[in-house]
């Protein structure tokens, strides 16, 4: 039950926390560039749990309940204190929004789809969502860490949009299914 890949898995969900308590630090110029090192590491194992657990024949239920559990909890807690200190702003909230939006109505319907035993595996176009998420956030958090890679917030930014289309993309699918077992 608790193998390497699950571990890996369950160190993403508790280093939450602790990448929020850098990110909200405000007076602490080494905190973003903290956070960037500790949120690529998570991302690291966010790769390398999957790929252990598929290699090694560990994939476990619990594995498969986690994973997607500790991607949108990084991804909700980074997207909600970057629009907390403003890294996020303006117009580019509404993209913020969409994922978290989606991430939510998301996990309602496979929830509804689970009960009437109606899987729903995860798409290619999913797997790049999380991986244009996660880069997006990535790169606000280095740009706001180093102010000479100002340009690096920009291309977070602007992948954050692109993410946000893969997210309303993927979102539709998952609700085209739901609506045909829907009365």
């Given at each position: 039950?608790?193998?390497?890949?699950?571990?890996?898995?369950?160190?993403?969900?508790?280093?939450?926390?602790?990448?929020?308590?850098?990110?909200?630090?405000?007076d602490?110029?080494?905190?973003?560039?903290?956070?960037?090192?500790?949120?690529?590491?998570?991302?690291?194992?966010?790769?390398?749990?999957?790929?252990?657990?598929?290699?090694?024949?560990?994939?476990?239920?619990?594995?498969?309940?986690?994973?997607?559990?500790?991607?949108?909890?990084?991804?909700?807690?980074?997207?909600?204190?970057?629009?907390?200190?403003r890294?996020?702003a303006?117009?580019?909230?509404?993209?913020?929004?969409?994922?978290?939006?989606?991430?939510?109505?998301v996990?309602?319907?496979?929830?509804?789809?689970?009960?009437?035993?109606?899987?729903?595996?995860?798409?290619?176009?999913?797997k790049?969502?999380?991986?244009?998420?996660?880069?997006?956030?990535?790169?606000?958090?280095?740009?706001?860490?180093?102010?000479?890679m100002?340009?690096?917030?920009?291309?977070?930014?602007?992948?954050?949009?692109?993410?946000?289309?893969?997210?309303?993309?993927?979102?539709?699918?998952?609700?085209?299914?739901?609506?045909?077992?829907?009365?």
């Amino acid at each position: 039950m608790l193998s390497l890949p699950n571990l890996l898995t369950l160190s993403r969900i508790v280093a939450v926390p602790l990448l929020v308590w850098f990110l909200w630090w405000p007076d602490w110029e080494a905190g973003y560039g903290i956070a960037f090192v500790l949120y690529c590491l998570m991302g690291i194992t966010d790769y390398f749990d999957g790929y252990l657990a598929r290699s090694s024949g560990a994939v476990s239920r619990l594995g498969i309940f986690l994973d997607p559990i500790a991607d949108k909890i990084m991804v909700a807690a980074v997207i909600l204190i970057l629009v907390g200190t403003r890294d996020i702003a303006g117009i580019h909230v509404i993209a913020a929004l969409v994922i978290l939006l989606r991430e939510i109505a998301v996990s309602g319907l496979r929830e509804f789809l689970a009960q009437v035993q109606v899987s729903v595996p995860v798409s290619q176009l999913a797997k790049w969502k999380t991986t244009l998420q996660l880069v997006s956030l990535g790169g606000i958090i280095l740009g706001g860490s180093v102010p000479e890679m100002v340009w690096v917030h920009t291309v977070g930014i602007v992948a954050l949009w692109g993410a946000a289309v893969l997210t309303l993309l993927t979102g539709w699918d998952y609700l085209r299914v739901g609506l045909k077992h829907m009365d």
